[in-house]
């Protein structure tokens, strides 16, 4: 039974004039039968009642019943310039007609047009584009080639990090339910996470966001107690699980999978010197924070005022389509060239074309500048809600990467219970929003949507969160 409130819900879904074609495929029941006996039962599904999405239209998802919803995980931060982009559809459909896939082996067009492109959009010297096909596989290249250039083998790591479910990733993904009871992290060392929320550290000046935690500050102009203190932690790593010299350092310019958790500004700046120190690499990964979704600069290092040694990027590279790539220096890329490498897909002339297309597309529709204007403009929104109810403990993030994390109160900071969260996601996905967690706990809503959302859609979530919030109030009460 519908939980039935006194709560109404004050916003309209923002319109939208694109028709759904009409779903004929097979019935509801028969796809969750095909799910359960045919799809591997790893593939996570949320919601009590699994959703089946039928078509998208740019920040719009439609189900088999041709209800529509606001999408505000973009497929897990991966459609960055909307659903079905006309530009990057119509340059998709001319490639398939044109050619397929010949592997790199050989040259064609798209391959190189693609190549110079997004090199042009990385500062010198990272100018070398290694194409693969998912994150993983990226990250999975950028440690081995840091292995390799160095060589040496440690490479660090943040507790709470994501780069990818391969076995050779799971070293450095610090986020428990993702690991798996096989040999994994030889050489891989982990460092405390500089968390300015939930860590021992932090206070109101520490991250480079529109929004501050609520805890106080008492640092003096110009000092961060906290960085300091987390440099320390990170110096402690250095001195006692790593030999003397490292492969390297691996990191998110902010977390994703952990819930948008972002560190104390200059404390990337002076991690950076002490790997190089050791004769480490250092490693940017943008998967998620990368192609303007922050808002302010168009990779996620760059708010941080650091040059790393290798960036490794997908998802948003290409809106949906499955392609990633790694971008480092000509020297760091000579160490893969002692031996044989290829990735027989990576580089594909359609995933090339498709590059090619969302990056045109984040600039005519200027893409980056609308994730901070319309992400400031949701943070500061989202802030004042933080305000009025005790269980948002924090609301952070840049741009279109958004965290909130929920807890029982602000003064435990206590993650809130997995069963009261779900009943607030599934309230707002029953309402019209779809929204993604994240934390260790599962504890934070992520908001990462395509990147051409719009002010009206942000008062919509903005007001469906509001109402979701206060049913669960009522509930509590």
């Known amino acids: ?24 495929s097979y019935t509801y029941d028969h796809m969750l039968e095909i799910r359960k006996r045919n799809v591997a039962p790893t593939l996570l599904m949320v919601y009590k009642k699994p959703l089946l999405l039928h078509q998208g239209h740019m920040q719009w998802l439609f189900d088999y019943e041709g209800r529509r919803y606001l999408d505000l995980f973009a497929g ?11 530009k990057v559809t119509a340059a998709a459909q001319a490639q398939l007609a044109r050619l397929w896939h010949t592997s790199s082996i050989y040259m064609h067009p798209p391959i190189q047009e ?6 042009s959009l990385l500062p010198d010297p990272l100018k070398v584009v290694f194409l693969t096909n998912s994150g993983s596989e990226a990250n999975d290249l950028a440690v081995f080639l840091a292995r390799l250039y160095t060589r040496n083998f440690d490479i660090i790591c943040f507790r709470g990090a994501y780069h990818g479910g391969s076995p050779y990733m799971l070293g450095v993904t610090s ?3 993702y690991k798996h009871g096989v ?3 030889f050489g891989c060392a982990t460092t405390m996470l500089p968390d300015v929320f939930r860590g021992p550290w932090g206070g109101s000046h520490c991250r480079d966001s529109p929004v501050q935690t609520i805890r106080k500050c008492s640092c003096s102009e110009g000092v961060c107690h906290a960085k300091d203190q987390y440099i320390e932690q990170f110096k402690e790593t250095l001195n006692t699980s790593v030999p003397k010299t490292i492969a390297g350092f691996i990191v998110e310019p902010i977390q994703g999978v952990n819930g948008t958790v972002q560190y104390p500004k200059d404390f990337l700046k002076e991690a950076f010197q002490l790997v190089r120190e050791r004769g480490g690499l250092c490693i940017s990964d943008e998967v998620q924070t990368g192609f303007g979704r922050t808002g302010s600069h168009f990779w ?32 760091i890329a000579s160490a893969l060239a002692q031996n044989l490498h290829i990735n027989t897909f990576g580089g594909n002339a359609v995933a090339c074309v498709v590059g090619a297309a969302v990056l045109d597309a984040i600039e005519e529709d200027a893409l980056q500048q609308n994730s901070e204007e319309v992400g400031t403009y949701m943070l500061l929104e989202l802030a004042k809600l933080r305000e009025k109810f005790e269980i948002v403990g924090d609301v952070r993030g840049k741009g279109l990467m958004i965290g ?23 309230d707002c996905k029953d309402m019209g929003i779809l929204l993604g967690r994240g934390g260790l706990f599962r504890q934070t809503f992520r908001i990462k949507p ?10 919509f979530a903005v007001e469906v969160f509001r109402t979701a919030l206060e049913r669960h109030m009522e509930r509590a009460a």
């Open 404 to 426: 909130i994390e929920m807890v029982t109160n602000k003064g435990s900071r206590h993650p809130l219970p997995d069963e009261e969260i779900s009943q607030i996601w599934e």
């Open 450 to 459: 395509p990147m051409c959302i719009t002010r009206k859609d942000v008062d």
């Open 175 to 177: 986020v428990g339910y």
């Open 1 to 24: 039974q519908k939980w039935k409130s006194s709560v109404s819900l004050q916003a309209k879904m923002p319109p939208c004039d694109f028709v759904p074609e009409k779903y004929q």
């Open 114 to 119: 693609y190549a110079e492109k997004l090199a």
């Open 300 to 331: 996620g290092f760059q708010s941080h005022d650091v040059l790393p040694d290798i960036v490794t990027m997908a998802k948003g590279i290409g809106n949906g389509f499955p392609m990633a790539a790694v971008v480092t220096t000509k020297e």
């Open 183 to 185: 040999a994994n992290g």
């Open 76 to 86: 897990i931060a991966t459609v960055s310039v909307g659903h079905c982009h006309p």
